[in-house]
């Protein structure tokens, strides 16, 4: 026999998430009836949820507007409960639920942008770690350079997108009308400084390809390769040198390790 | 005095995290809720950790979902059993209710019927939790806007006997008894004397909005006047216990908060000096 506890908890479940009103008959009712006590948990499901997404996703809320934004909210609240303890996580399925959505998918700027808002999200409390110095560089003997491999900090995330949505939610965070949506493919580095404050910027295809081959497990002597192959640098070493100074100036890098023990940050995509 | 007592908290709040560094307000301890550091790091995790240097900390869950009939989420134990490592606090608490089924969380405190039922099925998973913290959980009673058919007792005499049975601890709110006794129309004092005073480590106090016909438990208002009124009674009842504001909307500057703290330290003081003038004269 299933138990009443167990049953009285599905169909609670029921009416939160399906507005099913069963459970109304197994409410007391009394100066407020089974379907007013009810509406009071079903408002309130709602309710939190909207924030949520409210407080998560803020320029997107205003690229769309009320109409839309509020389409939105319903939308995913309808399809997406939440499968999380804590609500840090509950928007987390929405670039995914905008991809598929039949309407929302017509415009894929918009699954991008609430990409790139849950892509700040997860720099801002991505584990913490020191950053390699200069110095720690400076210290590697010549004959380890190319087999040298880099350990990026956990908050750093290479965003690529086919879309100007950066630019975007630029222009909308400074309260500026944004720029029409446009495919054009972008890489974006996102991550956390070291005052704790999210920070992007864009990176050159060289720079974008080089990040990928470290953060791939590539050394230095692949990138070495890479830049000897795709640019006319006199020097490669130097154009990675240069380029290993502004990435440990900026705190990207947790490490410079050797060997081939494998990378422990990837791309999100 | 137990040597549980830690004197007036306030739940810590992302709005205040600055401030409170900076100003390194009265206050005698802090709440968290544990969920809101369940994140590997950056700023809520520097504050936290900042803050926890200076003042005393106990935490509070809001997912444990203790009462619910899914297992246990031992994922989620293990999360809350390492924030408590790092975190180091005077105890754990959660809520006596149930937040979700089937892996959806509602993200509510939903009441649970008053049956012999959910006490055996709650208390036995009390055991459970407690087993695998180590140490004894504080349980809290939900502001509730519907009741059961099928519960068997009131709710004071279900908490107390799932708490006598898990061999737990209480963390009585002082507003959700009165938010409730609104909603289901009993009296609070009722309530109060019922529950056992050996069992009581922590008070709540928090405002709500209260709309005529209901009351709703918002968080987002002071303390009211008569929930000041029904703290008084617990005071008389428990004795010193220790004491927090909670705030989670329509959140004032923190200056505000611990002014309206130091009204709980002052109705103590003077609530509790009576108690011990009285306990004299009667012995
Ligand atoms: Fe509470």
Redesign the pocket.
């Known amino acids: 026999m299933k138990s009443s506890l167990h049953q009285r908890q599905q169909q609670m479940m029921q009416a939160l998430l399906h507005g099913n009103d069963e459970i109304t008959q197994h409410i007391v009712c009394d100066t407020l009836d089974a379907q007013q006590r009810l509406s009071i948990y079903q408002t309130g499901y709602r309710l939190r949820l909207r924030e949520v997404i409210d407080n998560d996703h803020p320029i997107l809320g205003h690229y769309l507007g009320d109409t839309l934004f509020e389409q939105l909210i319903e939308g995913y609240i309808d399809a997406v409960p939440s499968a999380f303890r804590s609500l840090r996580y509950y928007c987390d399925p929405l670039p995914d639920y905008l991809s598929n959505d039949p309407f929302f998918s017509q415009h894929p700027q918009i699954a991008e942008l609430a990409r790139f808002e849950r892509c700040l999200l997860d720099s801002f409390d991505a584990a913490d770690c020191d950053s390699a110095s200069t110095t720690t560089l400076q210290q590697i003997p010549a004959a380890d350079w190319p087999t040298l491999q880099l350990r990026f900090h956990p908050s750093l995330q290479l965003f690529n997108t086919p879309f100007n949505v950066v630019d975007i939610w630029q222009a909308l965070k400074a309260e500026h009308l944004p720029p029409a949506p446009q495919q054009q493919t972008a890489c974006w580095v996102v991550w956390r400084n070291q005052e704790r404050l999210t920070e992007f910027r864009s990176a050159e295809p060289i720079e974008q390809t080089l990040l990928n081959c470290f953060l791939q497990g590539g050394d230095c002597s692949l990138a070495a390769e890479i830049i000897a192959a795709q640019t006319n640098a006199t020097s490669a070493a130097n154009e990675l040198l240069t380029l290993l100074l502004r990435w440990l100036a900026l705190g990207w890098i947790q490490q410079l390790v050797h060997g081939q023990s494998p990378p422990n940050v990837t791309p999100v995509n | 005095m137990s040597n549980h007592y830690l004197g007036f908290g306030l739940g810590l709040r992302t709005p205040h995290f600055q401030d409170v560094l900076e100003t390194q307000p009265d206050v005698d301890w802090f709440e968290i809720i544990s969920e809101n550091f369940m994140v590997a790091g950056g700023k809520p995790k520097y504050y936290l950790h900042a803050i926890r240097e200076r003042y005393p900390m106990v935490m ?1 869950g809001v997912s444990m979902s203790i009462g619910s009939t899914e297992p246990l989420d031992k994922d989620y134990l293990k999360q809350l059993k390492q924030l408590a490592n790092e975190v180091q606090p005077a105890w754990i608490s959660d ?1 006596l209710c149930w937040t979700g089924l089937d892996g959806i969380n509602s993200h509510d405190l939903l009441p649970l019927p008053y049956t012999e039922e959910a006490i055996n099925h709650v208390a036995e998973r009390i055991i459970q939790v407690q087993d695998i913290l180590g140490r004894q959980l504080l349980l ?1 009673n ?1 502001s509730s806007y519907l009741s059961y058919t099928d519960s068997a007792m009131s709710e004071w005499t279900f908490y107390n006997a799932v708490v006598e049975r898990a061999d737990c601890l209480m ?1 009585l ?1 002082i ?2 008894i009165y938010v409730s006794s609104r909603n289901h129309h009993f009296d609070p004092e009722t309530y109060l004397n019922a529950i056992n005073p050996a069992r009581v480590r922590q008070f ?1 106090l ?1 405002g709500h909005s209260d709309v005529g016909t209901h009351v709703i ?1 918002t ?1 987002d208002h002071d303390v009211c006047d008569s929930v000041w009124a029904l703290y008084r009674q617990a005071l008389h009842r428990f004795g010193p216990i220790s004491t927090m504001i ?1 705030r989670d909307d329509n959140i004032p500057p923190l200056q505000q908060l611990v002014d309206e703290l130091n009204i709980a330290r002052q109705l103590a003081a003077t609530t509790l000096q009576d108690r011990s003038v009285r306990e004299v004269a009667y012995s």
Do not use: F, I, K, Y
């Open positions: 509070h809520h809290e939900v963390l709110d507003n959700n709540h928090a438990d968080h909670e």
